[in-house]
């Protein structure tokens, strides 16, 4: 078995990627799955906290966390769709109107 | 040992596909690497005895919220858009470098409070359905509530966010509810 | 039962880490006792596809007042092999501009996440690959993963009808997941457990205790929203516009040709068979059979009176009285075989009239439009589904009376 530095490393290193997809990347949909990579590797961590605890509440906030997660995702998606409408693009740098 | 390889397999494997996920020029790549991590990070849950939320996360991840990106890619048909506007410019690769400095850090704080701590026995019935469900319906069932809540107020909002007009608020908002 | 930090955990354990481990670290005698029931597994599954595609062709051909395949073999039986040795000595042909990998890897996909879901099948007591504590869940996770490979396929093959197959499929899975979910769920709250061979001992007991046969009218109306939701998930006939071939072409196998479009088509009757196995394991009893102890011998026989007479009074010709006679035979048969006959046989059987009744509406049911399809999944199946669980826990208190500890605080 794995000690549970390991698995923390991959967390960490799963969540600097997804935060260098956010920072870098211009395509909103792209962003938004850098989101949910941080959010997974948040996951992760949890997880191995609940096993390294012998405990169980770990688990129950993994499953909160892909709820929200779920939720977040069908609200971004509409805002990409709706952008696109507006603008007849993804890319982050051309939403800069605040009223379309 | 052989649970030693595998974790290494899949956290190899996961790290690549994420790192796939952020470089790649096309949306459609990017959406199909995420699963593939999204998949091996199933593989790491059900190591850590949480086999129903390693289930959970195919069953969401995997097979709604991804097919959902995908969808949406195809809808909005992106091919590369971002392939000619220059990806790589100096300042952007900083914005990266820097990310990867603070998580270094984090690492070694993380590192340095946890030290050589080991798994301790697992409790019987870790990670089983009866006490997740047990713990859901009791502790966190207040927190259960607000999430169901959360979720009807996204069906809403998604519905509302993306209609045209009044009279075809139903038929663009069935796509994207789902 | 022991008390962990002031949370009770039941002493059941499965997917805990050790046994989990013990999953994954088997000894070599274990992993090849496990490797060769993944071969047997394999093997059926192919087998039963080639069966099927054949049964497909006979029904089509009779139900359209055809014979279907006559030519290879007893009426045809071997056609499906030969089919399958002219597909791959064909050339597989790529177009120019596919996107090459995505295209070589989708059909192995689409074929996996339908063959990952038999590890939980329970075929038979002991023929079963793994029981997992959270069977039902694990065959929805692996069978919803197919529709990826579905949109690989369309996006693959860089041409439109194959991207409109695609997207098709995949609004249809999403949706159609929901109903699904929704409807097995009065199962579980009254077997109280995910794990395959926990539903199927729950219905032990005779034909009554079938979870179709009881608590009506709620438990029909899950299995037929659980089966629709099914046929949805397959993209079988009235929901196979992914693959419409009147208005996509072929949908999303248009540019497969030889060995990747015959694995397409397997992968399609082994979801299928899967669909059909755990509707079976569900709502029909699994592998068990249909004891009709529970019911009076003089019902039942006056039930098969009235139906044969009715079926003599509707004949027209000699050949449909000698198939009536045929029937009756075998109803005997298996009326005096149900305690002899193992479980397999049970299971077979049960999976096999579902699937024909599969076949059967493929060929005689009109292709729904996708809108007609979202106003079904969500504006009926959803609904009904949730007065479905409502219903049912409403019965199940009934009969077990409210428990003790109703309110947990």
Same mark, same amino acid.
């Given at each position: ?100 | ?165 009044? $009279? ?11 | ?21 013990? =999953? ?98 329970? =075929?038979?007591?002991? $023929? ?31 041409? +439109? ?121 569900? =709502? ?28 003599? +009074? ?35 059987? +049960? ?34 589904? =949730? ?16 428990? +003790? ?5």
């Amino acid at each position: 078995m794995p000690a549970p530095l390991e698995y923390l490393a991959v967390s960490c290193i799963l969540f600097g990627i997804g935060i260098a997809g956010v920072l870098t990347r211009r395509n909103l949909l792209v962003i938004l799955m850098s989101i949910e990579l941080m959010l997974n590797s948040a996951n992760l961590a949890f997880l191995t906290f609940s096993r390294l605890h012998g405990q169980l509440h770990g688990q129950v906030i993994a499953i909160f966390v892909m709820t929200v997660a779920a939720a977040e995702a069908a609200i971004g998606l509409a805002i990409v769709v709706a952008l696109f409408r507006q603008t007849g693009s993804v890319r982050i740098d051309e939403a800069t109107r605040l009223r379309g | 040992m052989l649970t030693t390889a595998i974790f290494y397999v899949l956290s190899f494997v996961c790290i690549l596909a994420a790192l796939m996920t952020v470089t790649l020029s096309n949306p459609v790549s990017c959406a199909l690497s995420l699963i593939l991590c999204l998949a091996c990070l199933a593989g790491l849950y059900a190591q850590l005895a949480a086999g129903y939320v390693a289930v959970l996360q195919i069953l969401i991840y995997a097979g709604a919220i991804m097919v959902l990106f995908l969808f949406v890619v195809m809808l909005l048909n992106l091919s590369d858009e971002e392939a000619a506007e220059g990806r790589y410019d100096v300042i952007r690769g900083l914005k990266g470098l820097i990310c990867f400095a603070f998580l270094v850090d984090l690492y070694v704080l993380v590192e340095v409070s946890l030290g050589g701590r080991i798994y301790g026995c697992p409790a019987p019935g870790l990670g089983s359905l009866e006490a997740i469900g047990e713990l859901l319906f009791t502790r966190y069932m207040v927190s259960f509530e607000v999430i169901s809540l959360l979720l009807t107020a996204a069906v809403v909002g998604v519905v509302l966010i993306t209609r045209k007009g009044p $009279a075809s608020a139903l038929a663009a908002g069935r796509g994207g509810s789902s | 039962m022991q008390e962990i930090n002031g949370v009770s955990y039941l002493t059941k354990q499965i997917w805990t880490d050790a046994t989990w481990l013990r =999953f994954l670290s088997l000894n070599e005698l274990g992993f090849f006792l496990m490797l060769i029931a993944g071969v047997l597994v394999l093997t059926f599954v192919l087998a039963y596809g080639t069966f099927v595609v054949w049964a497909e062709r006979k029904v089509a051909g009779h139900v359209q007042d055809r014979l279907g395949p006559m030519r290879v073999g007893w009426h045809g039986w071997l056609q499906t092999l030969a089919d399958g040795i002219k597909l791959m000595m064909k050339e597989d042909i790529y177009p120019t501009l596919a996107d090459k990998p995505l295209f070589v890897l989708a059909p192995p996909i689409v074929f996996l996440s339908a063959f990952v879901g038999y590890a939980v099948v329970p =075929f038979s007591q002991n $023929a079963q690959m793994a029981d997992l504590d959270i069977g039902v869940l694990y065959i929805m996770a692996t069978a919803s993963l197919g529709v990826i490979g579905l949109i690989m396929a369309g996006w693959a093959s860089n041409s +439109k009808w194959p991207l409109y197959g695609a997207m098709r499929s995949a609004a249809l899975t999403v949706a159609y997941g929901i109903p699904l979910g929704l409807s097995i769920i009065p199962v579980l709250m009254v077997a109280g457990s995910l794990s395959m061979q926990d539903l199927v001992q729950s219905q032990n007991g005779g034909i009554l205790h079938w979870n179709f046969f009881r608590c009506w009218p709620f438990m029909p109306l899950a299995f037929i929203i659980f089966f629709i939701s099914n046929l949805a998930e397959t993209n079988r006939v009235p929901f196979d516009i992914a693959e419409a071939e009147s208005e996509l072409v072929g949908g999303y196998h248009t540019e497969y040709s030889g060995v990747s479009f015959s694995v397409f088509f397997l992968a399609e009757y082994a979801a299928m068979y899967l669909a059909c196995a755990v509707t079976t394991t569900l =709502f029909l009893g699994g592998y068990l059979p249909p004891d009709l102890s529970g019911i009076p011998l003089i019902l039942s026989l006056a039930l098969l009176g009235i139906f044969l007479f009715w079926r003599f +009074k509707t004949f027209h010709d000699r050949s449909q009285v000698s198939e009536a006679i045929f029937c009756a035979i075998l109803v005997a048969a298996i009326t005096l075989l149900w305690g002899v006959w193992p479980y397999f046989f049970w299971f077979l059987a +049960k999976t096999g009239v579902l699937l024909y009744l599969m076949l059967h509406l493929r060929w005689t049911l009109p292709r729904l439009r996708i809108d007609q399809m979202m106003y079904m999944c969500w504006k009926v199946l959803t609904p009904v589904a =949730f007065i479905n669980i409502l219903g049912t826990g409403l019965w199940w208190m009934w009969i077990t009376g409210i428990p +003790k500890n109703w309110w947990p605080y």
